[in-house]
T-cell receptor, first 115, second 115 residues
Framework: DGGITQSPKYLFRKEGQNVTLSCEQN?????MYWYRQDPGQGLRLIYY???????QKGDIAEGYSVSREKKESFPLTVTSAQKNPTAFYLC??????????????FGSGTRLTVV | AQKITQTQPGMFVQEKEAVTLDCTYD???????LFWYKQPSSGEMIFLIY??????QNATEGRYSLNFQKARKSANLVISASQLGDSAMYFC????????????FGTGTRLTIIP
C-alpha cells in the first residue's frame, strides 16, 4: 500500500544541534509539505514543494531548511537557529486529481524534544 | 491570504446525538477547496470530507456531511449519530485552487463523546 513514512517517530535534540527529519512517499504525489503542531494547537506550515528542486517558505520557515532532490523525498532540517523546536512535525503530500476523494495524505509524525 | 476560524475550542456531546462543528473561512479567491480532518490522540491526521467551491451540493461521506454556505463563507461539519470513537480533535482546512497548494488549518475543536 502507498503512503508517507516519517522517521524517526521520536527524536531528542541537544541544544545547538541540527537534526534532520525524514519524509518519504510512494504515492507519486507531486507536492509535499511540512507542518509543525504545538500542544493543543493547529498545524502551521513550515515549507512546501510543488515540484522537484523547488520549494517555498511557509508561515514559520525561520530556523528550518528543506531539500527536494527526488520526488519521493522531502527531508526537513531543524537548525540550531530554531529557538523553540520542541513540537510534533507532520509531513504531507498531495496530487491534484485525487484531492477530492483522498484529501492531502499525512505521515504519522515525528515528536521532537529538546533536552 | 486564506484564513480559517474555528470558534469552538471544545465540545461535549452525548453518544448517539448529532453534532455540528463550526468553521468559517476567508479568501478572495473564487476557486478553493475545504477539508475536514480528524486527529485522534495518536496524532495521525485522518481525512474526512472535501468540498469544492463550485460544488452545488453539500458533500457527504457516511456519517459525515459538510454544510456549505458559500455566501456566509461557512463550512460546518455535521456528524450524525455520534460514537465514542468520534472523540478527537477536528480541524477545518482550506486551499486555493483544488490541490497542490498549501493547506491552511484552523485551530481545531476538541470533541468529547459522553457515554
Amino acid at each position: 500500500d502507498g503512503g508517507i513514512t516519517q522517521s524517526p517517530k521520536y527524536l531528542f535534540r541537544k541544544e545547538g544541534q541540527n537534526v534532520t527529519l525524514s519524509c518519504e512517499q510512494n504515492l507519486n504525489h507531486d507536492a509535499m509539505y511540512w507542518y509543525r503542531q504545538d500542544p493543543g494547537q493547529g498545524l502551521r506550515l513550515i515549507y512546501y514543494s510543488q515540484i522537484v528542486n523547488d520549494f517555498q517558505k511557509g508561515d514559520i520557515a525561520e530556523g528550518y531548511s528543506v531539500s527536494r532532490e527526488k520526488k519521493e523525498s522531502f527531508p526537513l532540517t531543524v537548525t540550531s537557529a530554531q529557538k523553540n523546536p520542541t513540537a510534533f512535525y507532520l509531513c504531507a503530500s498531495s496530487t491534484e486529481d485525487r484531492v477530492r476523494d483522498y484529501g492531502y495524505t499525512f505521515g504519522s509524525g515525528t515528536r521532537l524534544t529538546v533536552v | 491570504a486564506q484564513k480559517i476560524t474555528q470558534t469552538q475550542p471544545g465540545m461535549f456531546v452525548q453518544e448517539k446525538e448529532a453534532v455540528t462543528l463550526d468553521c468559517t473561512y476567508d479568501t478572495s479567491d473564487q476557486s478553493y477547496g475545504l477539508f475536514w480532518y480528524k486527529q485522534p490522540s495518536s496524532g495521525e491526521m485522518i481525512f474526512l470530507i472535501y468540498q469544492g467551491s463550485y460544488d452545488e451540493q453539500n458533500a457527504t461521506e457516511g456519517r459525515y456531511s459538510l454544510n456549505f454556505q458559500k455566501a456566509r463563507k461557512s463550512a460546518n461539519l455535521v456528524i450524525s449519530a455520534s460514537q465514542l470513537g468520534d472523540s478527537a480533535m477536528y480541524f477545518c482546512a482550506m486551499t486555493i485552487n483544488f490541490g497542490n497548494e498549501k493547506l491552511t488549518f484552523g485551530t481545531g475543536t476538541r470533541l468529547t463523546i459522553i457515554p
